[in-house]
């Protein structure tokens, strides 16, 4: 066997010692968005026109907006055919699509870099490997997305140096293919039209003239995407305005306290980087408070910042690979950083995985050079210690941290845990034991459970009152444990946050309904249906409502209808059945 096959096959088993433990774990979070409750990935291979022909989350709520990234719900929908919705077999592909962006990862380190030690390099493309900010993507059947547009841009990167070594104009056209392939994968991918001269400039010992020659090429994709994505969204962004608990940037008072808080949570993202812990699902309002320029943490990050970007900037024209990897990391992760436009999310780990493959080889640099500088006497094995010990170090944590990803539950916990001053993180737990609570056939175990999300959504309405869903699931809550009154206190709370909650209105008709105050339940259910003449439950409800007045012609006519909308819903027909002939 080849060394350097020996070396892939390392990558293979470290891919499947740290991530073996997924493989058996449960849809979790997103993941019913883009795959178990998303009706075009349901339908298989019939569901791909659809794909191809809408926006990213349409499948799902009927919105067509923000997202286009066809090529991972194909992905999915091809899956669904040959392994219906089995989260196992979903699972082990992740890993494998992991282990493959590794290898390929470690190839392309290998044709950048030739004259480096093959050791060194391998040990660049295992910290990737076993980094534990990888965990959310690798562990999340959503994070499919990351993975795939990672291995189509780093594939488009060896079809180029593969071409610039060859001269084969086929490999040129697979580069551009790739490229497309992976803006159809993630926005993020933008990114490489400069990541690519970078790469170029630096490794290639091309001219500037050379490196804008094949860069210019790629333009054609980037065009045709945008194109593609322009004709198919009915808009590029979300209508409603931003929300504090999406973006808990949005909280701060004035510009200058949004601009400060955005190099605080840069700093936060510095430091998982290199001390990934603790980690969570989810960094929402208001786990990082909202700070001034006076803030140490924002003046420190502003300064390490600012000396990375102008010494990058002066010894990139060396083609220096430290330089490299800084500016690779900040344009890779420019886009979803907050300071040019502000996304749907405060800090994500998922965002730094593409990016934290340049800071993998700048680590690893770092440790080869000091270790070079100081001369110490048996250099080399000072150094295969010191990546050693940092992999086993990682290793374990990302072992331990995908435990957490086991089902909805377990990673709702670990949230609340690593950020307890978290609104949705505690509210998503509180969800996930109400949840728990409704399936529950045990009544002493039902009401425990109910209690502790009682507990849990009051909370989070503490840490934040400004979250509808909140009010909302704490009133469905009350509604388990036939708290009436304080069920819809809390659905007119919910109201006036959102005016429109279609559920809200439904849950105020059926605690009134409950109440025998028919009358009242009765203009809910209609109010229901002038915001969406197809809701189901209101056509349902109504037909309970005049049913209990004896009014049966009405009584049939409205279960007819609910069961057009839905011809699964039982209580409906039995009700239907019981009006008689």
């Not at 790739?178 to 933008?190: G, N, T």
């Not at 290199?274 to 408070?289: A, G, K, Q, R």
């Not at 094995?381 to 170090?393: D, F, G, Y």
Request: aromatic share 14%.
């Amino acid at each position: 066997m080849k060394k350097s096959t020996i070396k892939y096959l390392i990558i293979v088993i470290a891919t499947f010692a740290v991530y073996g433990n997924t493989i058996r774990h449960d849809f979790v979070l997103d993941d019913d968005v883009v795959f178990r409750y998303n009706r075009y990935v349901q339908s298989g291979l019939k569901g791909i026109p659809d794909i191809i022909s809408n926006g990213f989350l349409h499948g799902f709520n009927g919105r067509n907006d923000q997202s286009y990234r066809p090529v991972v719900l194909i992905f999915f929908a091809i899956e669904k055919s040959f392994f219906g919705n089995n989260p196992t077999a979903l699972h082990l592909l992740n890993v494998l699509y992991y282990g493959l962006l590794c290898c390929l990862l470690f190839y392309l380190l290998k044709l950048l870099m030739p004259q480096r030690d093959e050791w060194l390099l391998l040990f660049m493309a295992l910290l990737f490997v076993v980094h534990p900010l990888h965990t959310e993507v690798v562990a999340n059947i959503k994070g499919r997305d990351e993975i795939l547009h990672a291995l189509f841009l780093i594939s488009s990167l060896v079809f180029v140096f593969k071409y610039l070594k060859e001269h084969s104009k086929s490999l040129l056209v697979y580069g551009l293919l790739s490229f497309f392939l992976a803006l159809l994968c993630k926005e993020m991918a933008v990114t490489y039209i400069v990541l690519l001269p970078l790469s170029l400039w630096t490794f290639a010992q091309l001219n500037q003239r050379e490196v804008g020659a094949i860069t210019a090429y790629f333009f054609i994709p980037l065009f045709l995407y945008f194109i593609l994505r322009n004709a198919i969204l009915d808009a590029l962004s979300f209508d409603e305005e931003m929300s504090i608990i999406n973006n808990g940037l949005t909280a701060a008072e004035n510009y200058s306290e949004q601009l400060a808080t955005t190099f605080y949570i840069f700093g936060e993202y510095i430091m998982l980087l290199f001390y990934p812990h603790p980690l969570s699902w989810d960094y929402s309002y208001p786990h990082f408070p909202i700070v001034g320029f006076d803030n140490v943490q924002v003046l420190l990050t502003i300064g390490l910042l600012a000396i990375s970007i102008i010494g990058s900037l002066y010894f990139i024209k060396k083609r220096n690979v430290f330089a490299f990897c800084i500016l690779f990391f900040l344009t890779s992760f420019s886009i979803v950083s907050n300071f040019f436009i502000l996304i749907g999310s405060t800090l994500g780990e998922r965002f730094l995985f593409f990016p934290s493959f340049a800071i993998c080889i700048l680590i690893v640099l770092t440790f080869h050079i000091l270790v070079k500088k100081i001369k110490l006497q048996k250099g080399g094995a000072i150094l295969n210690a010191l990546i050693i010990a940092l992999l086993v170090s990682y290793s374990f944590k990302t072992i331990d941290r995908n435990k957490d990803w086991e089902n909805n539950e377990t990673l709702f916990a670990s949230g609340a845990e690593a950020t307890p001053n978290n609104s949705r993180a505690i509210g998503a737990l509180a969800s996930a034991l109400r949840e728990k609570g409704e399936r529950s056939q045990n009544a002493s175990e039902r009401n425990k459970l109910f209690q502790q999300a009682i507990e849990l959504y009051q909370k989070s309405l503490m840490l934040y009152d400004g979250n509808a869903d909140i009010f909302y699931n704490l009133g469905v809550t009350y509604m388990n444990i036939n708290d009436l009154g304080n069920a819809i206190t809390l659905f007119e709370q919910t109201l006036r946050l959102e005016p429109k909650n279609i559920r809200a209105l439904n849950n105020l008709g059926v605690a009134y309904f409950r109440g025998n105050q028919l009358r009242k339940a009765e203009r809910y259910f209609i109010e229901c249906m002038r915001i969406d003449i197809n809701f189901q439950s209101a056509y349902a409800n109504l037909g309970a409502i005049y049913h209990n007045r004896g009014d049966i012609g009405k009584a049939r006519r409205y279960y007819s209808r609910a069961l057009e909308l839905d011809a699964n819903d039982m209580n409906t027909r039995n009700n239907l059945s019981n009006l008689g002939s």
